[in-house]
């Protein structure tokens, strides 16, 4: 995605600090414990785009420990993976981690089972998760980790990137552009709590200063946002007067994420478009999640938020849908949205800017046709969807796969989705349609490319938000 950036450029990368906690005794010395856990925790967060730093001796006094601590205070880490290399006296735990939230203490397995106990880790894990909980109860976010194998690479793998992505998404900029549209007030929040929760900051723009800039662009900014829309499109059915209203919205967009440092934005779609030009902004609200920042339609703030936590989780544009169909033959449910889908998410067919349908259905016979969309049809694959709720801390989310479905998606943006999944367990239509009722889901279902399902309740723990329960439909007679 040319032009964008991922969460706010202060964040910086992750940061892990890896320290070591033994008896003198026992046989971590001899036995290269720390030194292969630093090999390890190196390789991972390299594959990671992580740094680590790591104390470079064992430590087996409080003196040792409080060094340690302050040292890794200044490095400015944002996690510390504690191993318990043998055992350790309880003493050295609490000062190492007495500044540090967000905490993994490993335990390592016993390089032999004959002779005498050569660490006596497991004790030594168990010493310091109990000293911990003790003294700072659930104010330390804590995690547990095992061996020295790939399970462990994958378990810190895991936490590398949601502790990555709460990072990024903290400190970002959020606009609301014009807010809500008229009675779609399922799709408000509540400002205060929704920023505390996620760390964001919402920035209200009025939909007429994108007006203002997209009247007053400049033809030498304008011609490469239209060239991107022309070769982008492989199909183009609207007037060039469409294509051209379409370039200085996305102009306007451009010029507003710059203005405001802006990281997302949610934009009011309609009615005042249609009063403005006729059009409907949805090619340029495509076009922007591509190529500057993450767009969510009709003035979806938490949308706008999910969207971008799914361009940070998977590197690729995110895109918005409501869910329009259900087939019982394929266990699929289409999601759709009226032309907003981002280039870089069309099947082979690929994307075709093309009058708007919604816009235009009453229309008169001969009557001038309003536009843009941009229809597409999904490519098929691994997708996650996000529902973040009105106050920032509780999300809803669904793993599922794009597949072919029982026919193609209605005109627009959309595509079939099947193998829904919640916490790796089956989730049925009936399922889908009686958590929509019990938790009153908003209708708006922000859409990532990938399975991240694993990596956001790994967030939700860290940030102390909820991920909601899939709900049996078959237990439930009423909602």
């Not at 490993?106 to 050569?118: A, C, F, K, R, S």
């Not at 007429?208 to 997209?214: K, T």
């Not at 662009?217 to 609207?238: F, G, H, K, M, N």
């Amino acid at each position: 995605m040319a032009d964008r950036t991922l969460g706010p450029a202060s964040a910086g990368p992750l940061t892990i600090g890896l320290a070591g906690l033994h008896f003198p005794v026992m046989g971590a010395r001899e036995h290269g414990i720390f030194e292969t856990a630093v090999a390890l925790v190196e390789r991972t967060g390299q594959a990671e785009r992580c740094g680590v730093v790591s104390w470079p001796e064992l430590l087996s006094t409080t003196e040792d420990a409080v060094k340690a601590a302050r040292y890794f205070g200044e490095q400015g880490i944002d996690f510390l993976l504690v191993q318990a290399s043998s055992l350790a006296m309880g003493d050295t735990i609490a000062p190492l981690v007495e500044n540090f939230d967000r905490l993994g203490v490993w335990v390592v397995d016993e390089p032999t089972y004959d002779g005498e106990l050569p660490l006596n880790s497991l004790t030594g894990y168990n010493l310091c998760v109990s000293k911990i909980r003790n003294l700072y109860g659930e104010r330390k976010k804590l995690k547990w980790f095992w061996g020295a194998g790939t399970d462990f690479e994958a378990r810190l793998a895991a936490t590398i990137r949601s502790l990555a992505a709460l990072k990024s998404l903290r400190g970002s900029r959020i606009a609301s552009i014009g807010g809500v549209v008229p009675t779609f007030d399922n799709l408000e929040y509540r400002r205060g709590s929704f920023e505390k929760s996620l760390g964001v900051q919402i920035v209200e723009v009025p939909l007429g200063r994108l007006f203002e800039a997209a009247e007053k662009a400049p033809p030498a900014a304008l011609e490469p946002i239209r060239a991107t829309l022309v070769s982008q499109a492989r199909c183009i059915r609207v007037g060039t007067d469409l294509v051209d209203d379409t370039a200085r919205i996305c102009y306007g967009l451009q010029s507003i994420r710059y203005e405001e440092n802006l990281d997302a934005c949610a934009l009011r779609c309609w009615p005042e478009f249609q009063e403005w030009k006729g059009i409907a902004p949805c090619a340029a609200v495509a076009w922007s999640n591509d190529h500057c920042m993450p767009a969510a339609c009709e003035g979806d703030t938490p949308g706008a938020v999910a969207m971008l936590l799914g361009s940070i989780l998977s590197g690729t544009a995110a895109t918005m849908n409501d869910p329009v169909a259900l087939d019982r033959k394929t266990a699929t449910v289409q999601m759709w949205h009226c032309g907003p889908g981002p280039a870089s998410w069309a099947d082979a067919e690929g994307q075709c800017l093309d009058y708007h349908h919604t816009l235009n259905r009453r229309s008169e016979p001969g009557s001038p046709r309003a536009g843009v969309s941009s229809d597409i049809r999904f490519a098929n694959g691994p997708v996650t969807m996000l529902r973040i709720r009105a106050g920032g801390d509780s999300h809803f989310v669904l793993e599922g796969e794009v597949v072919s479905g029982p026919s193609a998606p209605y005109p627009g943006s959309g595509g079939w989705i099947g193998n829904l999944r919640m916490s790796d367990k089956p989730v049925s239509l009936e399922d889908l349609l009686q958590m929509m009722a019990e938790y009153g889901l908003e209708h708006h279902y922000p859409v990532m490319r990938g399975h991240h399902g694993s990596v956001l309740t790994e967030m939700a723990a860290w940030a102390g938000w909820k991920i909601l329960p899939r709900i049996d439909s078959t237990e439930h007679v009423l909602a």
